[in-house]
């Protein structure tokens, strides 16, 4: 082969690499315009994707466990829910004792029942946080006239209250469904102040998952009933309530200018001069009762006064 000859094979096989890299490089530069970002968005896709798997898999692990724990939760409240009825029924039986003691002069002890009427209202929290604070019980005597609102904060129900009261350790009273003390409300007859009754322990029961109220306060005073009294305490006794008024006003429903916490205090130390159980008609809507209540508490507390919450075998409900 001679020397024109080689270098003319080597010309064109220069060519053809010339052609080859050409041809790769147009490839790899259609893969780069048309493959790597077509590609690009689907790794892109698929990590996103990947992620958000991930994370659900771990919410998904996280709800299993919350779910755990919250079936762990109801076992123990249910357990704990039976501790506290079997708790306050024994409660409920050193209180009578307590009530006799102080009754017949064995104990130098006194006892108040706070008792708070119409809720729920929302300023109920308040009252509940000053009892909290206290370590007071109460006995809040609830109605439905204002339907499953708040009257004083419209974006919570009534309902929800409830078993808020329950939880620290109050009693619940019935203070009829209705409320309704005019003519042809709750006191035209027994029977429809029972229906009355029986439509508020109704709601009772769904707020708070199974309570029973058993004593009953009358919208007004059972001195409100007028003539229909004796049938509804009959029918009240059949029935198994019981029914209480009250040995202290707290004059917080005398109107703006007949009430005030200083008021509230007068009242409250003139009863306590000779009261050695007492039943406070307090009213839960009541600013003056919120802003007399630390006060109330205090000045009871120095005069020796134990605040317990109203149970059906109290000396002090009629039945
Ligand atoms: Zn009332």
Redo the contacts with the bound molecule.
């Keep these: 082969m001679g020397e024109t000859e080689r270098q003319g094979k080597r010309g064109s096989w220069g060519n053809f690499i010339l052609i080859l890299i050409g041809i790769v490089m147009l490839a790899v530069i259609s893969v780069g315009i048309v493959v790597v970002p077509k590609y690009g968005k689907l790794f892109k896709e698929y990590r996103k994707y990947s992620s958000e798997l991930k994370e659900s898999r771990s919410e998904l692990a996280e709800a299993e466990k919350e779910n755990k724990k919250l079936l762990a939760d109801r076992d123990a409240l249910q357990a704990l829910d039976g501790d506290v009825q079997s708790m306050q029924a024994e409660t409920f039986k050193y209180a009578a004792e307590l009530e006799a003691a102080v009754k017949n002069g064995s104990s130098s002890k006194k006892i108040c029942y706070i008792t708070l ?2 809720g729920p209202y929302y300023r109920g929290k308040k009252f509940l946080d000053i009892f909290n604070k206290y370590d007071v019980k109460a006995t809040f005597f609830l ?1 439905t006239a204002n339907g499953d609102t708040l009257p004083d904060k419209g974006d919570e129900t009534a309902s929800s209250m409830y078993n808020e009261y329950l939880k620290y350790g109050h009693t619940i009273g019935n ?1 009829t469904y209705s ?1 309704n003390y005019s003519a042809g409300g709750v006191y035209s007859s027994a029977d429809s102040f029972m229906k009355s009754i029986r439509k508020q322990d109704k709601f009772t029961e769904k707020a708070t998952g199974g309570y029973k109220p058993v004593i009953v306060r009358f ?2 005073g059972s001195g409100t009933a007028g003539s229909v009294l004796g049938d509804i305490t009959e029918d009240l006794k059949k029935e198994g309530d019981g029914w209480i008024d009250w040995t202290v006003d707290s004059s917080d429903s005398w109107g703006t200018d007949n009430t005030s916490p200083k008021i509230i205090m007068k009242q409250i130390k003139e009863a306590a001069k000779e009261q050695k159980i007492m039943v406070i008609l307090f009213h839960e809507w009541s600013e003056n009762s919120e802003k007399a209540m630390p006060q109330v508490i205090e000045y009871l507390d120095k005069q020796g006064y134990i605040f317990l919450p109203l149970f059906y075998d109290s000396v002090m409900v009629e039945k």
Aim: hydrophobic share 0%.
């Design positions: 009427d119409d109605t203070h409320h919208p007004g």
